[in-house]
Structures are given as C-alpha cells and as structure tokens.
C-alpha cells in the first residue's frame, strides 16, 4: 500500500496540535535585581557564586538584572525606579546608599544589603533583631570599631599623630554617621578631627590639596561606593601626599592603600546571597534578623608601610588577618 503523503501530513498535524494547545506557558525565571557600584567587582561573583550554590543558576534559574555605576549614590533613586518598574522578585541593594534607594522606591519588593554600617541609624531598618517591612541583610562593623581604626592609625603613624583628617563621600549616610562617630574617639586620643569632603572624582585632587595643607598626618578614607569606585586613584593621592592613611574596605589596601580595618566585602555579599535565597524560597525579609560581623579584618599593605618609612610593631602583625608584602 502507498502511502499518501498529504493524508500522512495533516494526520501528524492533527495529533500534535491538542499537545500543542494544551501545553503549559514557559515559566518566567525568577529575577533578581542588583544595584551597585560598576563594574563588576570580585564580591559580586562571591554573590553569584553563592546563588548558584543555593540553585540560582544565572541564565538558567534566575535572572539578574544589573544596574551598575561608579556615580551610585547620585544615580540610585532613577536605577531603583527601574527595578521597580521591572516587576523583580528582589532587589540586592549592598550598599547604605543603594538600599536606602530601593527602599524609598518600594515598600513591597524584598530588599538585601550586605555592607551597611548602621542600619538602625540610617533607618533602612528600625530593629537588628525584627527589622520588619521589607529590607534586611547583613551589616559591617558596628560605628564602635570607629575608635580602634584611630588606635591602629595613630599606633602605625608612629603614635605622635595629632591631626586626623576624614575623607567622605558627604551624600552617603553611612559616611556622615561615621564623622559623627569619630569626633569622642578622636577626643579621647587627643587628636583633632578635619572632615574633607568629596562629592566626586573631580574633588579627590583638591581635597588632598587641602590635607596637606592642613598638614593632616593621620588619614581616615570612608568607604562609599564613590570611594570605592577610584580605590587605586585615592591610594595614589595618599602615597603622593604621605599621609598614613585607614581605609573602610580592604579593596583599599588591596589597591595599595596602607591598610583597612573593616568587614571583609565578598564574604559579607555571600551572605547576602543566602538571605536573597531564602526570600526566594518563601522567607519575608522583615523576619529575617539583620546579621552582624563578629569581628573585622586587619590588613596591612607592608609595601606602602616601607614606602611611608612605618614599621609596624609585631603585636600589630599579629592582629593582622592579613599582610600583603
């Protein structure tokens, strides 16, 4: 018998289309959104990573979609308005300026920060332990380690430094809360406090201008994502004005910076990465617990140290977590 063709044609037709008609709609994958500083950093891929350890697996079980710039604490209320728009299941926020914008951009999308200083302080929540609404995540050091960054400063600046000056970004929060913070330590160790602030890259070359001038012979940089963003450019300003300098994140010391007495960054967005994971598996943020980190790093670039003529004593070596020759 031959077979007819056409006859064949519309019968395959005919069986596939119920399939067709019935089948399910593609599931949507799941999306995340992350706003932070650009351009990637190795903290993110910690994050990444992290996800795809929990069965987030980028492209596959979740979408990310990155809103990234060096200008974050100017750009964030128009890039969390995006985020919004875009309908994402999360917002990852790390940072104090980044979350505060989410925060004031929705009240109903979860939202992770991973490295703000004073969380209840800037009001991104209103309780450690519940913070309640919509926003959790995991802090850095508690404003109280602000008097041991001055000890290790002033110790490592040969003891004798009298004139502290502070670098800040003075539209990020957490930097603000940190000069306030800083004023009864410095008090206390007998040391002067000169706040310089930077408002953008243009700024940095004009600030070291006026702390040399001032003869600051102790430097604090506040981390922000500005900051941040020109690590290598800000650690060159330092070593041209030889001014001994503490960095909020490790990047700095990192990026030649002498050394940095904070959280350690990729570890903290690891553990932002469970939160978000848990939000996704059906936990609400606002019964989450913010965490804390126990304890932060000490690390001190020995290369910058020699560069400045300081010898670090050998109880400071010991406290250090890490030394980069």
Known sequence: MQLDRRAFSAGLVALLAPASRNALPATPLTRVGVLDSGPAS???DAFKQTLREQGYIEAETVGLEYRLTKDLVRAAPKLAA??????????????TPAALAA???????????????????????SDLAKPGGNVTGVATAKLDDAQKRLELLKELAGGGASRCGLLLDPADASNVRLGAALVEP??????SLQTFPVKGAADFAAAFAAITAARIDALLVAASPL??????????????????AMYGSPEFAEAGGLMSYAADVAENYRRAAEYVAKILKGAAPG?????????????IN???????RLTPSRWMLLQATRVIE
């Not at 410095?186 to 040391?191: Q, T």
């Not at 900051?227 to 001014?243: F, G, I, K, N, S």
């Open 186 to 191: 410095a008090h206390r160790l007998r040391m």
């Open 287 to 299: 019964t989450l617990p913010v965490e804390q980190v126990s304890k932060p790093e000490l690390v």
């Open 227 to 244: 900051t941040l963003a020109h690590a290598p450019v800000l650690t060159e300003h330092a070593a041209r004005a030889r001014v001994p």
């Open 103 to 125: 925060k004031n951009a929705t009240r109903t999308i979860p939202i992770v920060f991973a490295v703000a200083a004073d969380p209840v302080g800037t009001k991104l929540v």
């Open 42 to 44: 190795s903290a993110l």
């Open 82 to 95: 995006e985020l919004v728009s875009a309908k994402v299941d999360v917002i990852f926020a790390p940072t």
């Open 302 to 308: 020995l290369g910058t140290a020699r560069s400045l």
